[in-house]
């Protein structure tokens, strides 16, 4: 690590971030609709967004400082493990497919702002409502948390903030101005701000991973040395575990713990706020479906940005903190302006995510706790005002995790949230195919799962915390395997069980609010609007 300020590679992030603040603050006026005071215009982006705006947005949702530092750092330090990310983000696309444009269809016939309203209107009860909503929020914080570790580690990198030693407040300082700055465009703006801003992201990411893909392996003497030195490396014996410090590829024994992380990573990536947010800003059906086509293109990216950690072992990268070593990686072995370049593109890569996920998480308290408990007869005005302020709460709860928990290894805030997002599967993925489960039976496996799914992960030290050490793996059958998927086979076996009990007692069911021929409609057909005319943005039935 260079000693003092990398002065170049700051001058030039600076200026990158300032460019992208100015966009934010810009994009208030991008395709603005007369009346803007409402959350389809300031959540959902008038609902407007067409393939390629939709597909950057996603990308930029998806495809955040977690993919830049927290995947790579995880293979840096354990090897063929952390490529889950992989191929749960293959296995996501097919599933997609079948219940998001559904989930588009009927939230634009019904003018539905999120998940929660779904289910509230589905199930007809504002209790398993509130029960998804507080799961969103709650699951959103420690992930951006995780864009917020992702902009700290390249300050940290930079030489900005001090040393471990310096005072918390001097040293967090320039993540907090950071933290700030999105706050506020973020509030000014809603999602057209990170929707602009993630043409910028996305086309820097793929700039430095075309080049680093590239140049460092040039650099190390190709890709057989970088295994080969790799290879070494993970064969030595960790001192804490008398075990070999990882492996190239997944040992036979951790197999299971791989496979069950990426299949819950896999049903849980697109259920997050954050996810249904940007699929139902987009103006149509054929929208959603074209790009699940298309976002594959962005794992392909991640295979070779795993690459990464590889090469930070073969370039000698020697870090306490695993999410330093890619930022430290780039500082080694580019110039440095395009250090700066670099560093910018995961500041950014951290900003559009952690936007997006603040405006989800704000929806849901407005339209699912606000609205539906503490004032039912709150305008549209009023929703977008209170909305905006829980924008900031949000991010505040997530400066809470970055600045208490164990950043180390940082994978485990997204890995947690996963945890309790998988909890919604059965009412949220289950309501849009059938409405056989009881709405009862649906709460009572939600409360099973993630209790059970947030003790276990408490429950799990590592060896530089004693709570929430470990989220990822427990024993299951003789194997390891991911908390979150054994909380949801719990979850699924109570709401079956509770179902035929509940239906048995002839318990009472709640209305349902949607009709079969909801789940199908798209752009003009009758009642589903999605480029709102200012006339009637926020009027009833002006979805």
Known sequence: MKDGVNGVALTVFIVFFLAVTVMGFMASKWRRAENANNLDEWGLGGRSFGTWVTWFLLGGDLYTAYTFVAVPAAIYAGGAAGFFAVPYTILCYPLVFTFLPRLWSVSHKHGYVTSSDFVRGRFGSKGLSLALALTGILATMPYIALQLV???????????????NTN?????????????VLAAYTYSSGLRAPALIAFVKDTLIYIVIIVAIVYIPIKLGGFDDIFAKAGHAFAAENPATGKPRGSLVTAPQAQWAYATLALGSAMALFLYPHSVTAVLS??????????????????????????????????????KNGQLAIPQLFEDMFPDWFTG??????????????AIMSIAAANLFTRNIYKDFLKPDASPEHEAKVSKLASLLVKVGALVFVLT????????FQLLGGIWILQTVPALVGGLFTRWCHRWALLAGWAVGMTYGTWRAYDTPSATQDHFGNTNLIPLIGEKGYIGLTAFVL???????????????????????????DYTADAGDPGVRTDLPPATVGAPGGH
């Open 150 to 164: 992702g902009i700290q580690a390249v300050l940290d990198v930079m030489g900005v903030g001090g040393g471990e």
């Open 282 to 319: 987009s103006r149509s059906r054929n929208v959603i479906r074209r790009n699940t086509t298309i976002l594959p293109l962005y794992s392909l990216m991640l295979g070779l940005l795993a690459m990464l950690g590889f090469m930070a072992i073969a370039a000698g990268v020697k870090v």
């Open 168 to 180: 918390w407040f001097v040293k967090d300082l320039p993540l907090l101005i950071a933290f700030g």
């Open 341 to 354: 370049v670099a560093f910018a593109a995961i500041g950014i890569g951290a900003l559009v995510p952690a």
């Open 491 to 517: 979850n699924v076996i109570v709401v079956i069980v509770a179902t035929f009990v509940l239906k048995a007692l002839k318990a009472p069911d709640g209305a349902d609010q949607t009709k079969p021929s």
């Open 405 to 412: 928990m164990d950043k180390t290894v940082a994978i485990n």
